[in-house]
């Protein structure tokens, strides 16, 4: 087993109000192989699904100069929520609901736990797992919110253009900490 420590862009896709039933396993299946290409298109790594949360990062992220890392990471998650249509469109066919969903992001350093067996996939620790699925509760429905250090990464290359980044009420935990979330979109022409 190795361990290494890194930041990375992390993204968590959150499913909204979805009811556990005998179809949930399906459901999950269905719902992350309908994402998956998107991830894999712009290089991103499916790190895993927990219940209505899938996982993943982007390794080309971990240098803060590559521009194009970003903007492909950034493009991966805009992919994402602009096929929600598409997405749901696969989930009725396979005779499940349609649903919502929203994404996380942030720039987070992971603690990545490789395997020397290949039978087990890498993991990573929950402590930035976390704290993307508390951003996740103040996005809204079918949109992206990214926290304050991504979006910092976001001004200092200017991977601004082309986006709208609109400042939402700071994510409070703990006592008496705060942080700031940032809703992103497409800059309408």
């Known amino acids: ?11 968590v896709v959150h499913i909204i109000d979805f009811i556990k039933s005998d179809n949930s396993a399906k459901f999950y299946s269905t719902f992350t192989n309908s994402i998956l ?26 240098n803060m100069k590559r521009q194009k890392a970003f903007d492909n990471a950034l493009q991966c998650c805009l992919a994402i929520i602009y096929a929600h249509t598409d997405v ?9 609901p349609e ?5 996380s992001a942030d720039y987070v350093n992971l603690n990545l736990r490789f395997y020397k067996e290949k039978s087990i996939p890498f993991e990573i620790f929950r402590g930035a797992i976390n704290f993307c699925q508390r951003m996740n509760k103040l996005a809204p429905t079918n949109c992206i919110i990214v926290g304050q250090d991504l ?23 703990g006592n008496k900490s705060s942080y ?3 809703l992103v979109s497409l800059e309408k022409s």
């Open 1 to 11: 087993m190795i361990d290494t420590f890194e930041t990375y862009f992390l993204c």
């Open 37 to 62: 290409p998107f991830v894999k298109e712009y290089n991103g790594k499916l790190v895993r699904t927990i219940n209505e949360d899938t996982v993943f990062y982007f390794p080309d992220t971990s």
């Open 88 to 96: 749901n469109k696969v989930l009725v066919e396979d005779g499940l």
């Open 99 to 103: 649903i919502s969903y929203n994404i």
């Open 151 to 173: 979006h910092a990464i976001f001004n200092h290359l200017s991977i601004k253009n082309g986006f709208r980044f609109q400042k939402l009420p700071d994510l409070h935990y």
């Open 180 to 182: 700031p979330v940032y």
